[in-house]
């Protein structure tokens, strides 16, 4: 009997009828240890970390659940002739809907006149703007910021995208290359949409010098990760009016704490760490794992492998 280790639901009716799913979470692995029985794990970062430590004679894949890959040892995997693979797209339709959910809520001044709560003349409609011509910066131009894009060209914006590694698309009016581009172009943007990953390129990316270069009315939506921003400084210029707001969905902390000093900003939105969440994301999830499982018992090409086993 094969054995798969998953923390995440599986189609088990497409499954061969050799194979055994155990549901485990990351502090149950090390039962497992020198198991021959184990040909495949689905699983987190966490779980994935854990994972490389162990000796699994018969482990050929470690299907990840999150499309991030940061923090994985996956040369070490590649080492052990282990294919790791991350969820691809599904997340990006949910995460593409939260980036326009938080650009029409500043456009339409979601958070100040929320319940009509002022009278007429307090309300600030005057403030209220257009998405049609408006410029955005997508800093990430793989899946999700692609799926980002396709979105917001249905309000025919002007949508730019920064990214040193991928292809040209036809989804972008253009690539920014570098930062010396990047820095250079800063100042156009209504809006600058974060998708970026955690990486030693990427940490603190969005520091106090970019920030600067922005102009007084941007808003930035970060649902990529924290750490791609210097918080202190992203804090400064929201609080002092520098920029003119942030929508955020990634924080060190989820659940995000209540004190958590964004939320004290009036020009902020916060959101509970929820864009990548839908019904919808679980289904493809599970299909997604299921159908790389059943492609590495049967020897067959594996969907996104992210560290060059094959």
């Known amino acids: 009997m094969r054995i798969v280790l998953s923390d995440k639901k599986l189609n088990m009716d497409k499954l ?11 502090k149950e692995l090390d039962k497992y240890a020198n198991n021959p029985d184990v040909v495949a794990i689905a699983g987190s970062r966490a779980m994935a970390i854990r ?92 899946n999700i910021g692609t799926a980002v894009a396709n979105r917001l060209s249905g309000f025919d914006m002007i949508i730019d995208g920064y990214d040193p590694y991928c292809a040209e698309k036809p989804q972008y009016n253009r690539i920014l290359r570098n930062t010396e581009e990047l820095y250079s172009a800063a100042g156009e943007y209504d809006y600058i949409v974060s998708t970026m990953p955690d990486n030693e390129q990427t940490r603190r990316f969005v520091g106090a010098e970019l920030i600067s270069k922005l102009k007084q009315s941007a808003v930035i939506v970060n649902v990529g990760r924290r750490a791609v921003f210097d918080e202190d400084a992203l804090y400064r210029a929201l609080k002092a009016k520098e920029i003119g707001g942030a929508v955020l969905d990634m924080f060190e902390k989820l659940p995000n704490p209540i004190t958590n000093k964004f939320r004290r900003l009036k ?43 094959r």
Request: with cysteine; hydrophobic share 45%.
């Open 16 to 26: 061969p009828a050799d194979v055994e799913v155990r549901e485990v979470s990351y």
């Open 267 to 309: 020009n902020v939105m916060v959101l509970p760490g929820v864009a990548a969440i839908s019904r919808e994301v679980n289904e493809r999830l599970s299909e997604h794992m299921t159908n790389n499982i059943i492609a590495s018992l049967c020897g067959e090409e594996i969907s996104n492998v992210i560290n060059g086993v």
């Open 51 to 142: 994972c490389a430590d162990l000796e699994l004679p018969s482990l050929k894949l470690f299907q990840l659940t999150s499309a991030g890959f940061d923090g994985v040892p996956c040369e070490r995997f590649a080492k052990k002739g282990i294919a790791v693979a991350n969820a691809g797209n599904v997340y990006s339709a949910p995460i593409a809907e939260t980036v326009v959910f938080g650009i029409l809520s500043a456009a339409k001044k979601l958070r100040p006149n929320i319940n009509n709560r002022h009278f007429k003349l307090m309300r600030g409609y005057n403030l209220i703007t257009e998405l049609q011509d408006k410029r955005v910066l997508i800093m990430g131009a793989g």
